[in-house]
């Protein structure tokens, strides 16, 4: 029997050395861009800070329901690209164009 465990164990052994995990990357699974929009209000740049993190509250959002929760995280996004500009004195509105990762 003592013999009968070893070659089990060295058979476990041989398989685990077989199994490989693929990369976090290569998991990466995204969809088609999509378009937010958020606006905000403040001086010295705490306007366009409140309309970014609108903005991105949009995005993720609308990433869950288009996708599904998993999309929904705005740090999985690729491709991101921001456009903010001042429409007012004390008003700022940023868009944020990405692709929803999971």
């Known amino acids: 029997m003592v013999n009968g465990l070893k070659l089990s164990a060295l058979l476990g052994l041989t ?23 958020g606006t905000g209000q403040g001086l010295f740049g705490e306007g366009t800070e409140n309309a970014r993190a609108a903005a991105i509250a949009n995005f ?20 991101v690209h921001w456009d903010c500009k001042k429409n007012a004195i004390l008003q700022a509105k940023c868009v ?6 999971r």
Request: contains cysteine; charged residues 20%; proline residues 4%.
């Open 15 to 37: 398989a685990a050395a077989f199994v490989t995990v693929a990369p976090a990357e290569a998991r990466v699974v995204c969809k088609a861009r999509i378009d937010a929009i």
């Open 96 to 101: 944020v164009t990405g692709s929803p990762c």
């Open 60 to 79: 993720e959002s609308k990433a869950s329901s288009r996708f599904g929760y998993r999309y929904g995280t705005f740090a999985n996004a690729r491709g």
